[in-house]
């Protein structure tokens, strides 16, 4: 069953963070944690209306 995504919670996380070896030794990498709704969910809506087929913005790769 779905639990929900964190960010459905009033809290989010945005960052470049790939677990690589090189990304873990040579990459710099940046996240940041959001706690605020009022900017969460907005994003929230933009990630989920990215793939939204008839926006025609993404294809399956």
Known sequence: MDQGAP???GFGWLGSAN???RALSDDIE???VLRDPQ????LVDHFRWLPAPEKQVMRPA
């Open 7 to 9: 960010w459905e919670k």
């Open 19 to 21: 677990l690589t070896d």
């Open 30 to 32: 940046f996240g940041v």
């Open 39 to 42: 900017l969460v969910e907005p």
